[in-house]
């Protein structure tokens, strides 16, 4: 492998394993503890093979018990994705290997879920979460116990012999006796939150791809397959193959095609499904766009409705004026007798012009084309009586227990 840009944590490491412009995806790897870089070179080599681009973590060995480590990791492991994801979208597979979810993955599925203390962070990381579309456990999840770090330090794949020297055990059994008095109150608090959040990823909605041997002692068989068989519970998409014969972290060297054909296919689904989540939520953002849109015409609709009013109330107000004519000022109707004459009251050599036809806002006529013509409610928006220039409010007419006197009105006229 060609030399890489390792980028330093405070709980481990992680780098590009490949890093194209062009690509279908990205496959983050967890690797298993004290794994080496020529060791992870296959696999990065497996996900270019189908272009996919690949970010390998590795965790350090306290993550498992100091679950603040492993978070911290976790949120720079994030804030990478994050970086790149927003210049190019694409799905995002989780490959974690043996130890690999309790030393950093499953923070990040915490983080990234509803589950961690900080809202902030669920936002900020929401794009990623959308991207997540698969998930490829290779020799995983262990199970998360005391002597886990024991074992994992003792195991063949890890000391590269089969038979691990005296003191290299007795150094190993010492610091499990040593975290043993230190966190045994802890430990199944934190094995239960282990397995629930590894649960609650089927609430993401991708496929699972779960591989493991039945002589494989650091990963029991048995605690993989009830893992899958509790995902498919909850309504997980899950894909498992078991080996008689295989072992830890050694699947692919010794079922090549077999594990080349499956990743492939977990990697093909998970394009299709991130392809599908991301139309729908186009779909979703449109739709709410829309629904702004229909929240917004009734109002319109009223605000069209008032001005449609006032042009009727205009152009009514216009046609009275032309065909209605109030009397002349030099003269006087009561009960139907004409009091005064125009001759009588006219001066010599004096021209009486007729006033022009007009409404008086503050007259009577002119309030009943308002209560007439603008109505009082629209959707129960209470339209409060037309005001004076002065602030004062126009006489306004009851509606019921008061009627129309035509006579006493013209009366005031000579007013």
Same mark, same amino acid.
């Given at each position: 492998?060609?030399?890489?840009?390792?980028?330093?944590?405070?709980?481990?490491?992680?780098?590009?394993?490949?890093?194209?412009?062009?690509?279908?995806?990205?496959?983050?790897?967890?690797?298993?503890?004290?794994?080496?870089? %020529?060791?992870?070179?296959?696999?990065?080599?497996?996900?270019?093979?189908?272009?996919?681009?690949?970010?390998?973590?590795?965790?350090?060995?306290?993550?498992?018990?100091?679950?603040?480590? /492993? =978070?911290?990791?976790?949120?720079?492991?994030?804030?990478?994705?994050?970086?790149?994801?927003?210049?190019?979208?694409?799905?995002?597979?989780?490959?974690?290997?043996?130890?690999?979810?309790?030393?950093?993955? *499953?923070?990040?599925?915490?983080?990234?879920?509803?589950?961690?203390? %900080?809202?902030?962070?669920?936002?900020? *990381?929401?794009?990623?979460?959308?991207?997540?579309?698969?998930?490829?456990?290779?020799?995983?999840?262990?199970?998360?116990?005391?002597?886990?770090? =024991?074992?994992?330090?003792?195991?063949?794949?890890?000391? %590269?012999?089969?038979?691990?020297?005296?003191?290299?055990?007795?150094?190993?059994?010492?610091?499990?006796?040593?975290?043993?008095?230190?966190?045994?109150?802890?430990?199944?608090?934190?094995?239960?939150?282990?397995?629930?959040?590894?649960?609650?990823?089927?609430?993401?909605?991708?496929?699972?791809?779960?591989?493991?041997?039945?002589?494989?002692?650091?990963?029991?068989?048995?605690?993989?397959?009830?893992?899958?068989?509790?995902?498919?519970?909850?309504?997980?998409?899950?894909?498992?193959?078991?080996?008689?014969?295989?072992?830890?972290?050694?699947?692919?060297?010794?079922?090549? /095609?077999? *594990?080349?054909?499956?990743?492939?296919?977990?990697?093909?689904?998970?394009?299709?499904?991130?392809?599908?989540?991301?139309?729908?939520?186009?779909?979703?953002?449109?739709?709410?766009?829309?629904?702004?849109?229909?929240?917004?015409?009734?109002?319109?609709?009223?605000?069209?409705?008032?001005?449609?009013?006032?042009?009727?109330? %205009?152009?009514?107000?216009?046609?009275?004026?032309?065909?209605?004519?109030?009397?002349?000022?030099?003269?006087?109707?009561?009960?139907?007798?004409?009091?005064?004459?125009?001759?009588?009251?006219?001066?010599?050599?004096?021209?009486?012009?007729?006033?022009?036809?007009?409404?008086?806002?503050?007259?009577?006529?002119?309030?009943?084309?308002?209560?007439?013509?603008?109505?009082?409610?629209?959707?129960?928006?209470?339209?409060?009586?037309?005001?004076?220039?002065?602030?004062?409010?126009?006489?306004?007419?009851?509606?019921?227990?008061?009627?129309?006197?035509?006579?006493?009105?013209?009366?005031?006229?000579?007013?």
């Amino acid at each position: 492998m060609k030399n890489v840009d390792k980028m330093w944590g405070i709980g481990g490491s992680y780098y590009w394993g490949r890093k194209e412009r062009r690509k279908e995806g990205i496959v983050v790897v967890f690797a298993w503890m004290s794994s080496d870089d %020529k060791h992870l070179k296959h696999y990065v080599d497996l996900y270019a093979s189908f272009g996919w681009n690949s970010l390998v973590c590795h965790s350090q060995f306290l993550n498992s018990f100091f679950p603040d480590k /492993a =978070t911290l990791l976790a949120v720079e492991i994030l804030d990478e994705l994050l970086e790149e994801l927003k210049a190019s979208p694409c799905p995002v597979v989780f490959a974690p290997f043996s130890g690999g979810p309790k030393a950093c993955l *499953y923070k990040v599925l915490q983080v990234i879920d509803s589950r961690y203390e %900080k809202r902030e962070l669920l936002n900020k *990381y929401q794009v990623v979460r959308d991207c997540v579309a698969g998930y490829i456990y290779d020799s995983s999840p262990v199970d998360f116990t005391s002597d886990l770090g =024991t074992r994992l330090l003792l195991h063949p794949s890890v000391l %590269k012999v089969s038979n691990p020297p005296r003191a290299v055990s007795w150094i190993a059994n010492g610091i499990a006796s040593g975290l043993d008095g230190l966190f045994l109150s802890r430990f199944e608090s934190q094995r239960a939150d282990y397995w629930r959040t590894l649960y609650s990823s089927v609430s993401i909605g991708a496929p699972y791809l779960i591989m493991c041997s039945e002589n494989d002692d650091l990963a029991p068989c048995v605690t993989i397959c009830n893992f899958a068989h509790r995902l498919k519970q909850l309504g997980g998409d899950v894909k498992l193959i078991k080996w008689t014969s295989s072992p830890h972290v050694g699947h692919y060297r010794e079922h090549r /095609a077999e *594990y080349q054909s499956a990743v492939s296919e977990l990697l093909s689904k998970a394009y299709t499904i991130y392809s599908v989540r991301m139309e729908r939520l186009k779909g979703h953002k449109m739709g709410s766009e829309g629904t702004n849109d229909e929240i917004s015409e009734p109002l319109g609709d009223l605000r069209k409705a008032a001005v449609d009013s006032n042009d009727i109330f %205009k152009r009514f107000s216009a046609e009275l004026a032309e065909h209605v004519v109030e009397p002349r000022n030099s003269f006087e109707y009561h009960e139907g007798r004409a009091v005064g004459s125009s001759v009588q009251n006219e001066k010599p050599d004096v021209v009486r012009l007729p006033s022009p036809p007009r409404i008086n806002a503050n007259g009577v006529l002119g309030q009943i084309l308002f209560d007439v013509c603008v109505p009082r409610n629209i959707e129960e928006w209470d339209v409060g009586p037309l005001r004076s220039l002065h602030g004062s409010p126009f006489p306004s007419i009851k509606r019921h227990g008061m009627l129309f006197n035509p006579i006493k009105c013209i009366r005031r006229s000579r007013l």
